[in-house]
């Protein structure tokens, strides 16, 4: 049987965690699997799953942006971020000119009930045995933040951020908590295009990058770890014939250095 290796768009409901997708990806396709950004259980939407040599892609994956539709209950606040946690503080509703002041440069707690690692121990874990820790701060920005219903206590909003942005804690900033939240896009990925039915080829995986189309012989160097002229700086995706990957590279200075190979 022949090895599967490529990208699978999977649009996950309501209820399994990412690595439990994953899982029964990996037993489908019988392959090496992994995702390139987490979902929680009480999130849907787009989750890249990447399989085989696939999964070594994933590093190219996890800084893109992220779009969102989530529904906020505003005026309460809750020890999770979400539906799931305590009520701990009632607060004034926002008004749609504070909502919209979010746009832009914001710095935020990652929440108690996320999988970042304290202490070499996941935050949620601690929050469930009832451990209070101080949560890092973290800089993101909200490229475009769009409201799409508000009819207090309810907020609906459409958000374009940057990659590593908790919607929990823009919630939370606002006053409130996350009733629903779903993943709409992932960089170039669309939600809408998802099917578990499909496996990518590994190329499909790099449509954020820059790509040059290489020689055989230039293919020989690079699967040997030398570099091939380029122009640009960055990571570029290297492919030949009909849309074979043989790797990505780093261009810098007019050479483009292998970085990783797909022999």
Do not use: N
């Not at 090496?32 to 990447?50: C, R």
């Not at 973290?138 to 909003?157: A, C, G, K, Q």
């Not at 030949?240 to 050479?255: F, I, N, Y």
Request: net charge positive; hydrophobic share 40%.
């Amino acid at each position: 049987m022949a090895s599967v290796e490529g990208l699978v768009l999977v649009d996950k409901p309501v209820g399994p965690s990412s690595f439990e997708v994953v899982r029964g990806l990996r037993r489908r396709y019988r392959a090496k699997a992994g995702h390139a950004g987490t979902l929680d259980p009480l999130a849907s939407g787009l989750l890249l799953v990447l399989l085989g040599r696939g999964t070594r892609l994933a590093r190219y994956l996890v800084g893109l942006d992220k779009r969102y539709v989530t529904e906020i209950r505003l005026g309460l606040r809750t020890s999770t971020g979400d539906g799931e946690g305590d009520v701990v503080e009632e607060t004034p509703l926002p008004t749609k000119a504070q909502i919209l002041a979010l746009e832009g440069e914001v710095e935020l707690p990652v929440p108690q009930a996320s999988a970042v690692k304290i202490a070499g121990e996941r935050a949620y874990r601690l929050h469930r045995r009832g451990v209070s820790v101080e949560m890092p701060l973290r800089r993101s920005t909200v490229h475009d933040l769009r409201i799409l219903r508000f009819e207090p206590p309810l907020l609906e909003l459409g958000l374009h951020v940057s990659s590593g942005t908790y919607v929990r804690s823009l919630a939370d900033v606002l006053g409130g908590h996350c009733r629903t939240l779903r993943r709409t896009a992932v960089g170039p990925y669309r939600v809408e295009d998802a099917d578990e039915d499909t496996v990518r080829a590994p190329l499909a995986a790099l449509l954020a990058l820059p790509e040059r189309r290489v020689s055989e012989d230039e293919a020989k160097l690079i699967r040997s770890g030398r570099p091939v002229p380029g122009e640009g700086r960055g990571p570029i995706a290297l492919w030949m014939g009909e849309g074979e990957l043989v790797g990505v590279g780093q261009a810098r200075e007019g050479l483009i250095r292998p970085e990783t190979v797909f022999t």
